[in-house]
């Protein structure tokens, strides 16, 4: 059974650091490409970052890009998410995501939803002073 369990979320005052990160289970993860989204409320899901299995290619959202780094390890089937420079608009409920068996990520994160087939419960992360 595919499960994706995230953790590492909380209260961080803006400009702040946290590391957020995704224990899997019940698939090989250096066969997928994976990613994270979010959701602020009364706002839609956003997709904000993906990693090809293969860790040569990471696509990010521009309101993330040069603040948040996707990464991985395989041996330990778990990935991550560091997020630096934290701002008020970032606070959302953030989930991690599984996309399909040799599927790569798509091209623009705007697309990353569609792609998502299996993802956790979600971390709560609070931005504010």
């Known amino acids: 059974q595919v499960q994706l369990v995230e953790s590492g979320g909380g209260l961080v005052q803006p400009g702040g650091s946290l590391r957020l990160s995704c224990a899997t289970s019940?698939?090989?993860?250096?066969?997928?490409?994976i990613g994270w989204f979010r959701q602020a409320p009364g706002l839609d899901r956003e997709g904000i970052s993906c990693m090809n299995s293969n860790n040569d290619n990471t696509y990010y959202e521009d309101s993330v890009k040069g603040r948040f780094t996707i990464s991985r390890d395989n041996a330990k089937n778990t990935f991550y998410l560091q997020m630096n420079s934290l701002e008020p608009e970032d606070t959302a409920t953030y989930h991690c995501?599984?996309?399909?068996?040799?599927?790569?990520?798509?091209?623009?994160?705007?697309?990353?939803?569609?792609?998502?087939?299996?993802w956790g419960q979600g971390t709560l992360v609070t931005v504010s002073s």
């Open positions: 995501a599984m996309i399909g068996f040799n599927v790569v990520c798509p091209p623009s994160t705007q697309l990353l939803m569609a792609y998502f087939e299996k």
């Open positions: 019940g698939f090989t993860l250096g066969h997928y490409a």
